[in-house]
């Protein structure tokens, strides 16, 4: 007899069934996709809002969130880590307008500041470039979209296996065709285009926000 | 022109999307060929680049799928595009400036809040109709309180029976005042039973000091913790501030909530210099933070210096007299 537990079966079934039975009440489910996606949500949040105190609470909030309204999760608007990066946004974006809403003008932000780099606020909650919606803004939706779009960016390049980051810095960045980098790193075309492909699709789940997200 | 099955076009998507241009020339394509039920017959053609496109151009006209996925590819490009955008930060068109970080990890204490939020949630919704107050919060208990509270009078709900195995003598006299004061806003908690009009402040209180007496489990459970007791001006010990390789905890039931527009700032001095490190939270009589110190954080409790809470404005600014000061180890 093997040891496989009801936690290892849970652990391994696809979203939609976890989803399925969050919408039915059970715990393990949800805390099966925390341990899927909660880092990924981390990495994004903690990127975005420069907070790992603020970016806990926020992940806090989209488990919730996850776990009273599963019912709403629709498998063919996208997939279950698109729709909570979705919700993560939602909510991220709340703390900075709430944070925009107190007198205080903090220093301005640094769009794109790493959280890796800078290590934890030292200015409380949501600090460093936390402000970035304040009134002075010349275009807040613009300066958001962009950090938005970096923190999952960041995020993603870091989670992602180094060969499929190389084809598509390549890609990208020197603008290789998939036959120029099967030759500079003298992998066969297949692999090349299958790393890209997978890399583009990580990027895309990360950034396409899925239609009709919940509200709060 | 050459037909493309849908598989085909899917791959072609894909292969474009890091092209630049390409895609925005594909959807031009797509929107300037004629409806869907007047597209000529397919033509069959040497193959080529631009009878490629355009065959590409007519699949995706007719396809809603591939429609969706171009739309997809667009947003992504588009999103790429924003990210790399050159500006103060100078990320310079280049997606290798975004690269080169570490994976970041989440808190290991994230998850048990979540689990405990998430269970509260649930025993809530379990709960019989007419159940109110702290009943249910009460109930929200991990696993581990419920078996103390059974052999416990239900009015002084025990902290987790495995720190209590765990602890080592030295610690567990120094740790006192923390349990003692986790214990007491438990206690508190219970106080509130019958409030009805209390139950979501109650509710999201139990969840955090479930939460947080999973934390202090855990610090406690390290061999490798500290403990620093801290003193109120009269020189009184009023809470404590506790931390292990990984997590950290203060704690005290000496605070008043703070009044509007203040709240309570946890920082370390060294060299006069105050660094900000955290904000107290209540849940019921209990006032605390809970903070990380894995290897993303740059809060430091060994080298000496103080540790203190001081009330100070919530808009900023600071350097007002403490209300706990302990001494941190060299």
């Keep these: 007899m093997t040891g496989r537990t009801g936690d290892d079966a849970v652990a391994e079934m696809g979203d939609a069934e976890l989803v399925a039975r969050i919408v039915s009440g059970d715990e393990a489910a949800l805390m099966a996709v925390y341990d899927r996606h909660g880092d990924a949500l981390f990495g994004i949040a903690v990127r975005f809002l420069a907070d790992r105190e603020a970016a806990s609470e926020v992940v806090q909030e989209v488990f919730l969130s996850l776990w009273q309204r599963a019912a709403r999760f629709d498998p063919a608007a996208g997939s279950l880590l698109a729709w909570l990066i979705g919700i993560t946004r939602h909510r991220a974006l709340d703390r900075l307008r709430a944070e925009a809403r107190r007198p205080r003008l903090a220093a301005p932000a640094r769009a794109g500041a790493s959280a890796t780099d800078d290590g934890p606020s030292d200015e409380g909650s949501l600090g460093r470039g936390a402000t970035s919606i304040a009134d002075d803004e010349p275009d807040p939706a613009e300066e958001i979209d962009r950090r938005w779009s970096r923190a999952v960016v960041r995020s993603a390049l870091a989670e992602m296996p180094d060969p499929e980051r190389r084809v598509l810095l390549l890609a990208y960045d020197d603008g290789l065709s998939q036959s120029e980098i099967a030759l500079r790193l003298g992998w066969p075309l297949g692999t090349v285009k299958s790393r890209t492909r997978r890399a583009l699709a990580t990027l895309r789940e990360r950034l396409v926000l899925v239609p009709g997200l919940l509200e709060p | 022109m050459s037909r493309i099955d849908h598989a085909a076009a899917h791959e072609r998507l894909a292969d474009l999307a890091l092209e630049p241009g390409a895609l925005e020339r594909l959807a031009g394509a797509v929107e300037r060929l004629p409806a869907a039920g007047n597209v000529a017959p397919p033509e069959v053609a040497p193959a080529s680049a631009e009878s490629d496109e355009a065959s590409l151009a007519d699949h995706v006209r007719a396809c809603a799928r591939c429609r969706a996925d171009l739309d997809g590819w667009r947003q992504t490009y588009a999103a790429l595009a924003t990210a790399t955008a050159a500006d103060a930060d100078a990320a310079g068109g280049r997606l290798g400036t975004l690269a080169g970080e570490r994976p970041i990890a989440a808190p290991a204490a994230l998850r048990s809040r979540i689990k405990a939020a998430i269970h509260a949630e649930a025993t809530e919704r379990a709960a019989p109709v007419g159940r109110t107050g ?8 991990p696993r581990s309180l419920d078996r103390d509270r059974a052999v416990e009078p239900a009015s002084r709900p025990a902290l987790p029976s495995r720190s209590r195995g765990l602890v080592p003598g030295r610690s567990w006299r120094v740790a006192l005042p923390l349990v003692a004061a986790l214990a007491l806003a438990v206690g508190g908690l219970v106080t509130l039973r019958d ?8 509710r999201a209180d139990a969840a955090a000091l479930t939460s947080l007496a999973t934390t202090v489990d855990r610090v406690l459970a390290d061999p490798s913790h500290h403990v620093v007791p801290l003193t109120a001006a009269d020189g009184s010990a009023q809470g404590t501030l506790a931390w292990s390789t990984h997590d950290l905890v203060v704690m005290t039931a ?21 660094t900000r490190v955290g904000t107290m939270w209540f849940a019921g009589d209990l006032a605390y933070w809970n903070g990380s110190l894995d290897d ?29 000061l302990g001494d941190l180890p060299a």
């Design chain 2, 134 to 141: 702290m009943g249910n919060a009460a109930t929200s208990l």
């Design chain 2, 195 to 202: 409030q009805a009009s209390r139950l979501d402040t109650a």
């Design chain 2, 254 to 274: 000496a605070l008043a909530s703070p009044p509007e527009g203040k709240e309570y700032r946890c920082w370390v001095e060294r060299g006069g210099v105050r």
């Design chain 2, 296 to 324: 993303w954080a740059t809060i430091s409790l060994e080298g000496g210096g103080r540790f203190g809470v001081s009330l100070e404005p919530a808009t900023g600014g600071g350097g007002s007299s403490p209300v706990l």
